[in-house]
């Protein structure tokens, strides 16, 4: 195991009726808040109404940012820094999912910043200061409630990047588990695909943690649990509840830190969003039976054969070759158990014409990969996925 800090300054309000906090967390930090909030989800299942009202009786003055797009664009993040700039904005505040959290995320961290927002995304080193961010989480997926991360596209030139700094952790979130009942089934999927793709990229590197792996397989075993169960039933408390920790725990860097770990399928799939304005988890359960496919050989086989005997409860007596594939199998049977398509034709691209630029795109860093791909490994894979 190699060395490491590890530190996760988020306060986490978990639980039914969390809520009644927001007062008091946001006044810690001022009484101006910019409210960040997508195409209308947080007002049709009222918690919109719940936050507001708890401004108003502790006399906290907000303004709002509405219409953050899933694969938030940089044009939105540029109107939120102008409202913060004009307003004196104290507090971030997202509600909604990862594409929320991670505008209001740069919003927060372009407010200070003298030059265009897009030069954070592409350069966080350059970050003067972040504005305090409190997430309340409303769809269980990308872990941004309790990660530095953020993810912005500029769709003019189909970039789609991911940026990272300390500060961009929120200060506090809530995660009430009710919140996500009103998620619809695909995004429930997406979401959950979304997870175990989180804990994937993590699981599958060459330098292991023992600790850090077993950690994984349970948090895997997690979701394969409950993904299904919250798409039969969407106020399954359990199921949501389950899922809704599994997502922050998958990327808070618990699992991650003393292990070397670069991602591979991210790098992909942001590629296929980028192109196709996809949805994240969608894509990555695309790409994921293709790339273990790809990435399967007699170095990788023994950490595929762990994959099959300690998730997919497979005997461990068969020869490793076969446990790889049959866990390859049911990881893609899992994700059509819960609706998602198996090929990229189903979620519109229908030929290979930005292979070639997507490829060349995606595979800057895949060089230090759990195994290394090449532009030409990763066309194969968009190929092998169509
Ligand atoms: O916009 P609204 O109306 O709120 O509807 C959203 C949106 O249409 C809806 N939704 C969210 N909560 C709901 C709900 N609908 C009903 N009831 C609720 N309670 O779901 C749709 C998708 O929302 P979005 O925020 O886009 O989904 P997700 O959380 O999956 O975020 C995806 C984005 O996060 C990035 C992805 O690339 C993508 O841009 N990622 C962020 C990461 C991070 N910050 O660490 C890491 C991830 O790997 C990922 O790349
Ligand atoms: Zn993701």
Avoid at 6 to 27: E, L, M, R
Avoid at 137 to 147: K, P, Q, V
Avoid at 205 to 229: H, P, W
Wanted: net charge negative; aromatic share 10%; with cysteine.
């Amino acid at each position: 195991m190699e060395n490491f800090t590890y530190t996760i300054p988020t306060t986490i309000y978990f639980g039914k009726g969390q809520v009644k906090q927001i007062g008091d967390i946001v006044s810690q930090y001022g009484k101006r808040v910019l409210l960040v909030y997508g195409g209308g989800s947080i007002k049709r299942n009222g918690i919109y109404d719940d936050v507001t009202a708890i401004f108003k009786e502790n006399g906290i003055t907000y303004f709002e940012l509405a219409g953050v797009e899933p694969n938030p664009r940089i044009t939105t993040v540029r109107k939120g820094v102008e409202i913060c700039r004009k307003e004196n904005i104290e507090v971030v505040l997202p509600i909604g999912g990862g594409s929320t959290i991670d505008c209001a995320k740069v919003i927060a961290a372009a407010t200070s910043y003298s030059g265009d927002a897009w030069d954070i995304v592409l350069d966080p080193s350059k970050v003067v200061s972040v504005l305090p961010i409190v997430s309340i989480l409303t769809l269980a997926a990308t872990g941004s409630e309790m990660d530095t991360f953020a993810v912005i596209s500029d769709m003019d030139s189909n970039d789609k990047i991911g940026t990272s700094h300390e500060d961009m952790r929120p200060k506090a979130s809530i995660l009430d588990p009710t919140y996500t009942f009103s998620v619809p089934a695909y995004q429930t999927a997406a979401g959950t695909a979304d997870i175990m793709s989180h804990i994937m990229e993590c699981y599958f590197s060459n330098v292991q943690g023992y600790m850090q792996d077993r950690m994984a397989e349970g948090l895997l075993k997690t979701c394969i649990e409950f993904g299904v169960k919250a798409i039969a039933k969407p106020d399954d408390y359990e199921a949501r509840a389950n899922l809704m920790w599994a997502s922050s725990w998958a990327i808070n860097n618990f699992i991650k830190l003393g292990k070397a770990v670069e991602w591979s399928v991210h790098p992909m799939e942001h590629q296929l969003s980028a192109y196709y304005d996809i949805t994240h988890g969608v894509g990555l359960a695309i790409l994921t039976p293709h790339w273990m496919e790809h990435v399967l050989n007699d170095n990788t086989v023994e950490k595929f054969k762990e994959f099959g005997v300690n998730v997919w409860d497979l005997s461990k007596d068969e020869d490793a070759y076969t446990i790889a594939h049959q866990a390859i199998q049911k990881t893609r049977e899992y994700f059509v158990a819960m609706g998602i398509p198996t090929t990229l034709r189903e979620v519109g691209i229908v030929d290979d014409r930005y292979f070639d630029v997507m490829a060349e795109k995606a595979c800057a860093g895949l060089e230090a990969a759990f195994v290394p791909l090449t532009k030409e490994d990763v066309k194969a894979i968009y190929q092998k996925a169509l």
